[in-house]
């Protein structure tokens, strides 16, 4: 039954490991720093922006992620003749899917303060910048990390999607050593659990720190 376990396939199961982390850790950062510039500009009061920031939003929550892969890896790259590979590809997706939820995460944060914040700010002779910098951000930042925590580890989680267009991350492998131990029976339950459990240690900790700080803020 725990035949098919060897260091060969803990070895290769490592390597879709770090796919899997790199398309992550890559797609959290950029969907953070975006997420964060396009929620602060979705606050200013210019409807132009703001309608456009919506239905950038609307736009990318409709569209199954799965035929964003397609459209990015297929159609954009050969379109504009680009040589963007899967793993590239991946990263764009889940970044602009990831930028435009942390958006929305963000502009509800900062129109959760009380409007009375912004008129101490400015009774003290402050700018709206400073007012954003010194005042807003950092309490809306406490409210948003909760949410924010639990948006990555969905990101995390939809990198599976990326098996889809060729990236040989943690599923694939998986599904490489299953079909490679066909005949054993006992495989697709050992190498999915596996898969589970690892999806497990890196998500769970996430959620216990989202919690944790959920209840110190509230």
């Known amino acids: 039954m725990f035949e098919i376990f060897s260091l060969a396939v803990f070895l ?29 500009l979705m606050c200013v ?10 239905f950038c939003l609307e736009f990318v929550r409709v569209m199954p992620l799965i035929v964003w892969l397609f459209l990015v890896y297929f159609g954009f790259s050969r379109w504009l ?9 991946a990263i ?23 409007k009375h914040q912004f008129e101490a700010g400015l009774s003290l002779g402050l700018n709206a910048l400073q007012i954003y910098f010194y005042i807003i951000i950092p309490q809306a930042f406490r409210r948003l990390t909760p949410a924010s925590m639990n948006l990555l580890t969905r990101l995390i989680k939809s990198t599976t999607f ?11 492998v998986g599904q490489q050593i299953i079909e490679l131990h066909i005949k054993n029976i006992y495989a ?29 803020w509230s």
């Open 92 to 114: 764009v997706v889940f970044s602009i899917w990831g930028a435009f939820e942390m958006m929305d995460l963000v502009r509800a944060s900062v129109q959760s303060i009380p």
């Open 12 to 40: 290769r199961l490592f390597d879709g490991l770090l796919a899997t982390l790199h398309i992550a850790s890559v797609s959290i950062v950029i969907s953070s720093i975006a997420g964060l510039f396009l929620g602060i």
């Open 81 to 89: 003749g680009i040589n963007l590979s899967s793993m590239s590809s």
């Open 188 to 216: 697709p339950l050992l190498i999915y659990g596996l898969i589970f459990f690892v999806f497990f240690m890196i998500c769970y900790p996430i959620s216990l720190i989202s919690r944790r700080l959920e209840l110190k």
């Open 162 to 172: 990326a098996y889809l267009i060729g990236v040989v991350e943690l599923y694939k």
């Open 45 to 54: 009061k210019n409807p132009f922006i703001y309608a456009f920031c919506r």
